[in-house]
């Protein structure tokens, strides 16, 4: 693979996602129609499902090894977010994501000045660190059963930090409260 593998790994994920979980609607190929046999579906053979497939196998790789937060940033960051939305901003969720919970809030409750710039920052590095791991990753044996999980995971994640970004949002309202009452 090249140095884009794990866009290229994460984009064939995100498509396959639903074929892989078994939710895939059963599409004309797969009809039984006249007694004749089911196949398969159409992405089974292609070269789009055997990346999903490599993936699958690396998070496995990088589960096993202990790195279950690392599939989580990653998967936000490949798998989740479509290449036009990761920034800078996304970033900074998904360095945010590794941080106890107080530190996390405390830091959204900052959206401008140095505490945001250097989370910006550490979200690349968190990136390019969860980018370097993954495509590092061998290829471990794995059925997959695994995979619901890892998504609920990220899904939890994203909720846990949409819950901390309300929290902020109330402490930099109390704190622009506080200083009004101050100033008058």
Same mark, same amino acid.
């Given at each position: 693979m090249n140095a884009r593998s794990s866009e290229r790994y994460g984009e064939a994920l995100a498509a396959e996602l639903p074929a892989l979980l078994g939710r895939a609607n059963a599409i004309a190929p797969n009809r039984v129609q006249n007694g004749s046999q089911r196949g398969e579906d159409d992405g089974a053979g292609? @070269?789009?499902?055997?990346?999903?497939? !490599?993936?699958?196998? +690396?998070?496995?790789?990088?589960v096993a090894a202990g790195a279950r937060g690392e599939a989580v940033a990653w998967w936000l960051w490949f798998v989740r977010a479509a290449p036009e939305s990761r920034t800078d901003a996304l970033a900074r969720r998904v360095h945010l994501l590794a941080l106890p919970r107080e530190e996390r809030?405390?830091?959204?409750?900052h959206t401008s000045?140095? #505490?945001?710039?250097?989370? +910006?920052?550490?979200?690349? @590095?968190?990136? #390019?660190?969860?980018?370097?791991?993954? #495509?590092?990753?061998?290829?471990?044996?794995?059925?997959?059963?695994?995979l619901q999980s890892l998504v609920d995971s990220?899904?939890?994640?994203?909720? #846990?930090? !949409?819950?901390?970004? @309300?929290a902020a949002m109330a402490?930099?309202?109390?704190?622009?409260?506080?200083? +009004?009452? +101050?100033?008058a």
């Amino acid at each position: 693979m090249n140095a884009r593998s794990s866009e290229r790994y994460g984009e064939a994920l995100a498509a396959e996602l639903p074929a892989l979980l078994g939710r895939a609607n059963a599409i004309a190929p797969n009809r039984v129609q006249n007694g004749s046999q089911r196949g398969e579906d159409d992405g089974a053979g292609s @070269r789009r499902r055997q990346l999903a497939c !490599e993936a699958v196998r +690396k998070l496995a790789a990088l589960v096993a090894a202990g790195a279950r937060g690392e599939a989580v940033a990653w998967w936000l960051w490949f798998v989740r977010a479509a290449p036009e939305s990761r920034t800078d901003a996304l970033a900074r969720r998904v360095h945010l994501l590794a941080l106890p919970r107080e530190e996390r809030i405390e830091l959204l409750s900052h959206t401008s000045g140095p #505490d945001a710039a250097s989370a +910006k920052s550490a979200g690349r @590095r968190r990136v #390019d660190l969860t980018r370097e791991l993954f #495509d590092a990753a061998p290829f471990a044996e794995s059925g997959g059963s695994w995979l619901q999980s890892l998504v609920d995971s990220v899904d939890g994640a994203a909720s #846990d930090l !949409e819950r901390d970004e @309300r929290a902020a949002m109330a402490i930099r309202l109390a704190r622009r409260a506080a200083r +009004k009452e +101050k100033a008058a």
